[in-house]
């Protein structure tokens, strides 16, 4: 028996961390939808972004270190509302302009967003129950900068 057996269905383990407050232009590495996996949430839907860090104002986060950015799709208009807000800043594009056909074709397998930059400035803020949040405000980085950016290897 080999060691090797089953090795298909291993699950990678992922070193991203979400996002902590702070100024960063990251490069998208994929956009997807997921289903929860913790049995006590089975029927709940993620949004999810990987992140490839360009560039930071935080010394936790590294050039070339991975973050992510995961949106909870049971919080409904609000989770709607800030996805909505990243993809027109990654695309340059006006709200009215991102519908249904958009967002499936950047969460599908052809990953068309991969590579493309987005300036993010994350702050903390207090949530209602007495909490903390981290709060994402997504910029475009211009069609100039993207061609100049530094790669990331």
């Known amino acids: 028996m080999s060691i090797w057996n089953d090795f298909a269905n291993v699950q990678e383990n992922s070193d991203r961390e979400y996002v902590r407050p702070g ?22 839907t993620y949004f999810a972004v990987s992140f490839r860090t360009v560039t930071s104002d935080q010394s936790h ?8 950015w995961v949106v909870n799709l049971d919080n409904g ?50 949530t209602r129950n007495g909490g903390m949040y981290t709060r994402l405000r997504f910029s475009h980085v211009s069609d100039a900068d993207q061609e100049q950016a530094p790669f990331c290897t």
């Open 77 to 126: 208009k609000i989770a709607l509302s800030n996805i909505k807000q990243f993809v027109c800043a990654l695309v340059d594009a006006q709200a009215g302009d991102v519908d249904q056909a958009t967002m499936e074709t950047l969460c599908g397998d052809e990953q068309p967003a991969a590579g493309i930059m987005v300036d993010v400035e994350a702050v903390e803020k207090p």
């Open 23 to 44: 100024q960063y232009r990251f490069s998208v590495v994929d956009m997807t939808t997921v289903q929860s996996k913790n049995p006590n949430t089975p029927n709940r």
């Open 61 to 68: 986060t590294p050039k070339n270190s991975l973050r992510s």
